[in-house]
């Protein structure tokens, strides 16, 4: 008996004197985004979907994070939003390493569309992009301060948008990237088409004419 109390007080002893379990990823960073997304990767189909699907962001979250003229958007966003789930769930399918990074300008690795999508967002705004395979998911990341959201499908709306006021100029906002004269003068051109076109328009556009499909440095 004295035998097993003193067991069990040396081992009350060793579990106190254990040290405290390693915190996780601080909410919002980019580590705690690739952890989030590691658990949905290489599970099956239809739970992959119900957590894409789960990112739509509510829209009182988009109007006080995007910035104005992209807050008009909204209802474009969200009737859209299930249609483009599949494919980035598929893009969860396998079992390969995820990665997250901050989202910012200038970042060479990012898309063409993530790029132009650093526009939308507030500077210095802590939004996040991913990885999987080294493959990127088409998308920004925003936690919300409980969840994370995704930004997809909004720079194609803005190209559509574009479009159909001014097909040419669309087709060089098109080119704009992370880097480059076109990416600086890109962000005068979506602002004015998602104003509505007009003068301020013709101005970015005659810009982006001359600008756009020069190699970035």
Not at 86 to 110: E, I, K, N, S
Not at 119 to 147: C, M, N, T
Request: charged share 20%.
């Amino acid at each position: 008996m004295r035998r097993a109390a003193l067991a069990a007080l040396a081992a009350l002893g060793l579990a106190c004197n254990a040290p405290p379990p390693a915190p996780g990823p601080k909410p919002g960073s980019p580590e705690h985004l690739a952890a989030y997304l590691s658990t949905i990767a290489g599970t099956d189909e239809a739970t992959r979907e119900r957590a894409v699907a789960s990112w739509l962001v509510p829209e009182a979250t988009w109007n006080r994070t995007l910035v104005i003229p992209w807050r008009s958007l909204y209802a474009e966003y969200a009737a859209g939003f299930a249609a483009r789930v599949p494919a980035v769930a598929a893009q969860l399918a396998a079992l390969d390493p995820v990665t997250a990074r901050r989202h910012y300008a200038g970042d060479r690795r990012l898309t063409l569309g993530e790029a132009r999508l650093r526009w939308a967002l507030p500077v210095q705004y802590p939004s996040d992009v991913a990885e999987v395979g080294g493959a990127p998911i088409d998308a920004v990341f925003l936690f919300d301060g409980e969840r994370w959201r995704a930004l997809l499908g909004v720079d194609e709306l803005v190209l559509a948008h574009l479009r159909a006021l001014a097909p040419a100029c669309a087709d060089k906002l098109a080119l704009a990237g992370p880097l480059g004269r076109c990416s600086e003068v890109g962000y005068l051109v979506a602002a004015a088409a998602l104003h509505g076109g007009g003068a301020e328009l013709d101005r970015a556009c005659r810009m982006a004419a001359t600008l756009c499909g020069t190699p970035a440095p």
